[in-house]
């Protein structure tokens, strides 16, 4: 479940997202909604946060002589959308981020597309050195609309037991 309304008070009721690691089972895939549309904002502004000058993307007279005939958005950007999209499904109760692995540009993405994801787990297992967490490894897969996948990466996740997340603890 990825969504729980604990009772935290008469009539007073917390959303919290995300899973425990007992909630990860190899083999599940979970797609993350809702999708994203792209817009040239988003990769002109992403691009010049992260001081990205190659002119594939944001310069549309470059773009125009290029295979793509117009700007491809930031790879960089994609991959933190994807990401982003599965947080509530996989990491919101995450006690951090291991690695990321095996990350495949398979497509361009051009402003006005729209990107989803899903990911499958690949492995579950218990930490050996922290008992009240477990790693969770998956592979994550990001499509445009039309079904064109555009990237994959293996994720893990250090993910604590039920019981142990943050937002377990009264008060919260």
């Not at 995300?18 to 040239?40: A, L, N, Q």
Request: net charge neutral; with cysteine.
């Amino acid at each position: 479940m990825t969504v729980e309304h604990k009772q935290v008070g008469p009539n007073r009721y917390r959303e919290s997202f995300g899973r425990h690691f007992e909630d990860f089972k190899v083999g599940d895939t979970y797609e993350h909604r809702p999708g994203r549309t792209i817009s040239e904002t988003d990769n002109t502004w992403f691009t010049l946060l992260t001081m990205n000058t190659h002119p594939l993307h944001f310069d549309t007279a470059y773009c125009a002589r290029t295979e793509f005939g117009r700007p491809v958005v930031n790879s960089c950007l994609t991959l933190a959308i994807v990401t982003g999209m599965s947080v509530s499904d996989l990491s919101q109760k995450a006690v951090a981020n291991l690695g990321w692995d095996k990350i495949r540009l398979t497509a361009p993405v051009f402003a006005g597309d729209t990107i989803y994801a899903e990911s499958e787990v690949l492995d579950v297992r218990e930490s050996k050195s922290r008992s009240t967490q477990g790693i969770v490894t998956v592979r994550t897969t990001g499509r445009k609309a039309d079904g064109t996948v555009f990237m994959t990466y293996e994720r893990s996740i250090l993910v604590p037991r039920r019981g142990h997340a943050v937002d377990d603890a009264a008060g919260y």
